[in-house]
């Protein structure tokens, strides 16, 4: 089963700095991309920052030159670095791998998508 866990997540003032962690596991043979999307209160999820196996970065406008993500393919792992951050990213950030190649015990080799349990983000003076 896999699973991924997100850690990082906090309370930070204006300006300041956060590092999000998102590890999965479970079988995994390959992932094809890995990113982060955020919701904030009474908002529909939103792409933050993608990034493929291959390197190619996604991010949402309003985080571009403020952000930066990236990933460690031997440890199924991703990263955001979050800089001059901004009340207006105070949300709830959820972390995903979608194109995951992974060995279910009853199935054999299957692919899909998956979520993490996201990590709150509160931005605030």
């Known amino acids: 089963q896999v699973q991924l866990v997100e850690s990082g997540g906090g309370s930070v003032q204006p300006g300041g700095s956060l590092r999000l962690s998102c590890a999965a596991s479970g079988g995994i043979r390959s992932i094809n991309a890995m990113g982060w999307y955020r919701q904030a209160p009474g908002k529909q999820r939103e792409l933050v920052a993608t990034m493929s196996s291959f390197g190619a970065t996604d991010y949402a406008d309003s985080v571009k030159g403020r952000f930066t993500i990236s990933r460690d393919n031997a440890k199924n792992t991703v990263y955001l670095q979050m800089n001059s951050l901004k009340p207006e990213d105070t949300a709830v950030y959820y972390c995903?791998?979608?194109?995951?190649?992974?060995?279910?015990?009853?199935?054999?080799?299957?692919?899909?998508?998956?979520w993490g349990q996201g990590t709150q983000v509160f931005v605030s003076s």
């Open positions: 995903n791998a979608a194109g995951v190649i992974s060995r279910d015990s009853s199935r054999g080799w299957i692919t899909g998508g998956y």
